[in-house]
């Protein structure tokens, strides 16, 4: 079993940053890839920044040179600094832990959580 616990979310005007925190424990292999994942009002849910057990990372690309996905040494802590935002980026922000990027990617899609373990989200908001 996997718990998944997001923080750090808040308000902030356009150009400004935020660190997203998520601490993941449980058991490894239901935690090789990590990720980020955000929802927008009326919006499916899109992952924002992943990274696999093999430490490769993938990006959106409305978040490439402006966010970084990072995790501390143990990979129990999961972090995305988010800088240069703009109203676009504004939404709630889910952390998710899976044994695969797919089965992220597949649980977002589906909006139901399948292999992955989701936190409950925290809000970002971002006014111009």
């Known amino acids: 079993q996997v718990h998944v616990t997001e923080s750090g979310g808040g308000s902030v005007q356009t150009g400004g940053s935020l660190r997203l925190s998520c601490t993941i424990s449980g058991d490894t292999y239901f935690r090789a890839s990590m990720g980020w994942f955000r929802q927008s009002a009326g919006q499916e849910r899109e992952a924002v920044a992943t990274?696999?057990?093999?430490?490769?990372?993938k990006y959106a690309d409305s978040v490439k040179g402006r966010f970084t996905i990072s995790q501390d040494n143990a990979k129990t802590t999961l972090y995305l600094q988010m800088n240069s935002l703009i109203p676009e980026d504004t939404g709630v922000y889910y952390c998710?832990?899976?044994?695969?990027?797919?089965?992220?990617?597949?649980?977002?899609?589906?909006?139901?959580?399948?292999?992955?373990?989701w936190g409950q989200g925290t809000q970002v908001t971002v006014s111009s």
């Open positions: 998710a832990a899976a044994p695969t990027r797919d089965s992220l990617i597949v649980d977002a899609k589906t909006g139901r959580p399948g292999f992955g373990t």
């Open positions: 990274v696999d057990s093999d430490d490769s990372v």
